[in-house]
């Protein structure tokens, strides 16, 4: 491999990646919840693998909560934990689809008792926020219908509107609220936020504040997604990412395992911005909020994580290497195979020797999975904690 500039391992030793309290306990499909032997119990068992993580990759410093799931008495003490495991608490998820009341929608439910009472746990999560200083405030909505007729769409689209506005109001200064999409599931008609344009207008109707997030399993087969991630950082409108994989509907798995081209054209928009002249594109770019969003079933959860992150890395590093004067010139000179031909140079580079380089300068182990397999983590964690039986907080 030719030489790598060090701003590539300057760069590559500031990439974070949040990942998701929900992604540690046990999880799975509506069929059945395999019990994961050592998987963590309750949220300080998430938090300590959480930092397990961070320890063996070097680029997973927070982690995101699924509020009442991670529910605790005492947030300074959560935080103060989090600290001393060497992490920080990350973007806070309010759970708006799991109570009784929820079965016609949260914010866009037709009663306003129900709509209140969505907008009081969003509320209450915002409060959460101040004491972990978390800055993002991360909104999935399962709201939708099931059939045509089934209720008025237009006045469904002015309730999240107004609940929206109310939540946007309580936000306190330097937090951020990130507006998640989904084409389908659990509605099957009419989902409310359904995708990238529904998020991008309600967001601009609120305010600098109000971002969109872009959850890679959220979208119907052969969309565009990186063409996505440019418009929305063109519009200063990217906040974060929900990381991982589908082959079929919201799969949930290993980021990077089934689209990595897909992944790496993503992590080129994103290097593009940040580095462009535009600053509202390279203002965005530095902020956006890199996170997974993923629950194993049958994979072992640990190492599932650690791979999670190892996979964004290298698609990082491969975006990275683009010569992106080389492409601009190309593009301009309409040289459609030569442009091309410069990101599949980049995409085809063999990055572990880089990666094993810059991990030894971060003082992480140079090959995080193999460090995860030979040492005592699985097994303390099979001792200490058993094997939990049931599904710990996800949507099955
Ligand atoms: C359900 O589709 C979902 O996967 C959303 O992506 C949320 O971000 C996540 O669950 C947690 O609520
Ligand atoms: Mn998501
Ligand atoms: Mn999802």
Known sequence: MAQVSPSVHKALKHQRI?????????SGTRFKTFAAPGAARNVWEKLEDA???????????????????????????????????GIQIGAINPNLFQDEEYRLGSIAHPDPKVRSKAIRHILE?????????????????????????????????????????????????????????????PAFYFTDVFDWGA?????????????????????????????????????????????NARRYADDDLIVGSTHPFELFCIYTELVAAEHSSDPRAAHTARNVAY???????????????????????????????????????????????????????????????????VREEMGVPPDPIRALRQGEYLSQRIQRRGTPSGASGYPT
């Not at 993580?53 to 003490?77: F, K, T």
């Not at 991630?229 to 200063?236: P, Q, R, S, T």
């Not at 091309?340 to 094993?356: G, S």
């Open 291 to 357: 996170m997974i969003d993923q629950s194993h079933n049958i994979e072992p959860k640990l190492e599932a994580m650690l791979q999670s992150v190892l996979n964004c890395q290298e698609a990082y590093a491969k975006a990275l290497l683009v010569d992106y004067p080389a492409l601009r010139q190309a593009q301009q000179h309409g040289d459609v195979l030569e442009a091309h031909r410069i990101l599949l140079e980049a995409f085809k580079t063999d990055v572990r020797p880089l990666l094993a380089e």
């Open 199 to 243: 998020a991008l207008l309600y967001c601009q109707a609120l305010g600098e504040k109000a971002q969109v997030l872009v959850d890679l399993g959220h979208h119907a087969q052969a969309t565009n997604i990186e063409a996505i991630v440019a418009f929305l950082l063109d519009e200063g409108k990217l906040g974060g990412f929900h990381f």
């Open 18 to 26: 949040e990942t998701p309290s929900w992604g540690y306990g046990n």
């Open 125 to 185: 999560c915002i409060e959460i926020m101040q004491v972990t200083g978390s800055r993002d405030l991360s909104l999935w909505f399962a709201d939708g219908t099931n059939y045509a007729g089934q209720d008025d769409l237009r006045s469904r689209k002015q309730r999240v509107r107004e609940g929206l506005e109310q939540v946007y109001a309580a936000l306190p200064e330097g937090k951020r609220m990130l507006l998640e999409y989904k084409f389908f599931e």
């Open 51 to 85: 930092a397990l993580i961070h320890r063996l990759s070097g680029i997973a410093p927070s982690v995101a909560l699924h509020i009442p799931w991670d529910w605790v008495e005492d947030w300074e003490q959560l935080n103060a934990y989090a600290q001393e495991q």
